[in-house]
């Protein structure tokens, strides 16, 4: 008899295959003495569609909604039928006498392998392998440690409610706004109250009157200071003021009154967990949340060099304890050796800011696995993000951070002058990071001077100090900033909207769906997506009541909620909120209209963009029509085909594309830069020329001239 296993993906399951000694390849499984191993294609199974309810949900209409069935059905998912049909296969065989659930070891693994053990009709025992790595240590150890398939319902339940929860209110609410509006308008227990909180920011930004003021920084010979009015704001918003303190100040005595010395002790941040990472990564590197999934899978699953990436913790197991000079013996090489060699000869100190099996639920913090790392065999976006990984988790083992901090108060003549200076006297785990003192806190920007943090001479209390000169800047009250990838993870994992694993990928369905728009690093509002914000329910728009009912998912996975009682609240929620659509007064009009109408139906043409460039699509029901948008044709002309050139806008500025050769050109503001690659091709040509007596460079500006009055 033998024991079916069932992986998540073909490589995984490859890997799990070879190091079991499964040998006999076949088209969907891999078969040993002992194992079969298959594999999903992610989900297999998923909630069935309305229309397989009641086939007049095929046609969305107003008055059939809300649709809540009592009880949710399943489906074979018609892209991965034929991967199905081999496990179901698989699953009836007479030889296999157990399963063994080897997808992810997260809410979304368990629920893929349960639906499909679901719907194939799976009766006979299942154990669970739950690792954490894909190396092949990890694997042997999960294997001799599978565990009772029913300790994990609870998981099974809790995700179980989450998608029939999505399924309700996205459903629902989305069929609800485009029956009512006549536009495609998507909505969602999570993605519309993360929509709500970059909408709110723009109102911030948009009701922001900003306002000019000054500061006043004297010069006392050794040092500067900066003026502080007695409530401790350093600008000065009338400029007479400040022309008074000037006059009133320049060349006079003061006294120091205070100098405060005081030792700060600055302790090492806490491990990676999925979140934090895409912060770091967003804010150093410009990654997009999704892209930093999508890299870190990589790492995980492909390279085997960091353990499981979807995980909300940052604290490592007791357990874990006799790994982790292992790990950093990994690490120790190219730049990380002179970093993490020293640890290796003395025992590590394990506190309780690196070890707490309190603050550990499914799976610890992100850090490096035993698998020695091959560092020109990554990608340069592997290398980067693997560097963060592996610095921070060095940096675990150092000691703090120590500093004298020093503050000095100034009187003259009433007035008070403030200035901070700071001394390094240990960089601790700083060094790891090169010894750089900067905090890359991804805080707001006050509108507050800094006080400075510079090296100040050997100063006293009482010591009589002359302002030498005084420096006027001028500067203006600043709006909040928008949301960039990672200060949007900030507020998202502050109000519990989704988890760690999902919150790329809403971000990733709001610019999808236009509501949302990247400009550069920063995240900006559509005009489709200012209005749908207001076309939503208040309670829906807020993050509070899904934060609440992520909480309720946490409670049913630890044993502690109900999911029947869970469903129903959802139900009751998503009949409310069809019937506010419904009786909505509300008008919506796209903000996306083109000047052109369907060739075919004469409505309108509504403007994307997708990767490919800006298409024109037809909004009216079962037309369909769409075409490329209109090319914008410059009056350069291919120096290869002498055609012309459509005009065309990238993140680098203007540049014009010869759509038949493919020759490409920069443009500067003015549309009349000839970039250097077009003049090396123009050199190439007349360069033959020199050996019969002419002159190159007159060739070449003549060419030049010659192509400035084709345009």
Not at 353 to 371: C, G, L, N, W
Not at 555 to 581: C, Y
Not at 673 to 683: G, I, P
């Amino acid at each position: 008899m033998k024991t079916l296993v069932l992986a998540e993906k073909p490589s995984v399951a490859r890997e799990i295959a070879r190091v079991m000694g499964c040998n006999n390849k076949q088209k969907s499984y891999i078969e040993g003495p002992k194992y079969v191993v298959t594999w999903a294609l992610g989900h297999l199974v998923g909630l069935a569609e309305p229309e397989d309810y009641n086939k007049k949900f095929a046609t969305w209409a107003l008055e059939d909604l809300p649709i809540l069935p009592e009880k949710a059905k399943l489906k074979v998912l018609r892209e991965t039928n034929q991967q199905y049909k081999a496990v179901q296969h698989l699953m009836k065989r007479q030889d296999i006498e157990e399963l063994i659930v080897a997808t992810d070891a997260a809410r979304e693994g368990e629920l893929l392998a349960r639906w499909i053990m679901n719907m194939a009709g799976w009766k006979k025992p299942f154990r669970r392998l739950w690792i954490s790595s894909q190396t092949d240590k990890a694997i042997k150890e999960g294997f001799a440690k599978l565990r009772p398939g029913r300790e994990f319902d609870r998981l099974y339940e809790s995700a179980r409610c989450r998608a029939e929860a999505d399924w309700m209110i996205g459903l629902n609410v989305t069929r609800a706004l485009t029956c009512k509006f006549g536009s495609p308008l998507s909505a969602g227990r999570v993605q519309t109250p993360t929509l709500g909180m970059i909408m709110d920011r723009e109102q911030e930004i948009t009701g922001f009157r900003s306002v000019d003021f000054e500061t006043l920084t004297a010069d006392f010979g050794d040092f500067q200071a900066a003026w502080r009015a007695s409530n401790g704001d350093g600008r000065i918003f009338e400029k007479n003021k400040t022309a008074s303190l000037k006059d009133k100040l320049t060349g006079r005595n003061g006294r120091i009154i205070k100098v405060q010395k005081s030792e700060k002790s600055e302790q090492h941040p806490l491990a990676y967990d999925l979140t934090e990472l895409q912060r770091d990564a967003n804010r150093k590197f410009g990654f997009s949340a999704k892209q930093t999934s999508s890299v870190l899978q990589r790492l995980y699953e492909q390279h085997k060099l960091v353990t499981y990436p979807r995980t909300d913790s940052r604290y490592l197991t007791s357990d874990m304890t006799g790994t982790l000079k292992e790990r950093l013996d990994s690490v120790a090489v190219g730049p990380y050796a002179a970093l993490a060699r020293p640890l290796l000869r003395k025992p590590l100190p394990i506190t309780k800011r690196i070890v707490d099996d309190s603050k550990v639920s499914d799976h610890h913090a992100i850090i490096p696995t035993e698998q020695t790392v091959l560092l020109n065999g990554l990608s340069t976006e592997e290398r980067k993000l693997y560097d963060l990984i592996v610095r921070r988790f060095i940096s675990l083992f150092y000691p703090p951070a120590r500093y004298d901090a020093v503050a000095v108060t100034v009187n003259v003549e009433g007035e008070s002058f403030h200035v901070k200076g700071t001394t390094v006297k240990d960089a601790g785990w700083r060094e790891v990071y090169g010894g750089d003192m900067s905090n890359d806190d991804d805080e707001e920007p006050s509108d507050e001077p800094a006080a400075g943090s510079v090296k100040l001479p050997e100063l006293r209390e009482g010591a009589t100090v002359t302002i030498g000169r005084c420096m006027v800047r001028p500067g203006r009250t600043q709006p909040p900033k928008r949301f960039n990838e990672a200060s949007l993870l900030t507020q998202m994992e502050k109000h519990g909207l989704g988890t760690p694993a999902t919150r790329a990928d809403i971000i990733e369905k709001l610019v999808s769906s236009d509501t949302i728009e990247r400009q550069g690093n920063l995240l900006h509002p559509t005009g489709k997506g200012k209005q749908l914000i207001e076309l939503v329910s208040t309670q829906l728009r807020t993050p509070d009541l899904t934060a609440r009912w992520e909480a309720e998912l946490e409670k049913i996975a630890r044993g502690q909620g109900k999911p029947d009682l869970f469903l129903q609240g959802i139900r009751s929620m998503a009949q409310e909120l069809v019937t506010g659509v419904k009786t909505s007064g509300a008008e919506y009009k796209p903000h996306n209209v083109s000047n052109s109408n369907c060739p075919e139906c004469g409505t309108r043409l509504l403007e994307k963009k997708s990767k490919r460039g800006k298409l024109l699509v037809c909004p009216a029901d079962n037309c369909g029509y769409t075409r490329a948008g209109e090319k914008r044709l410059s009056n350069r002309r291919c120096p290869q085909c002498h055609k012309k050139m459509e005009l065309k806008e990238g993140k680098a500025g203007m540049f014009v594309q010869c759509l038949g050769c493919g020759i490409t050109e920069t443009l500067d503001k003015d549309h009349k830069h000839v970039n250097k690659r077009e003049q090396q091709k123009l050199v190439q040509q007349y360069s033959k020329q020199e050996s019969i007596g002419s002159n190159l460079g007159e060739l070449l500006k003549a060419a030049l001239e010659g192509q400035q009055k084709d345009k």
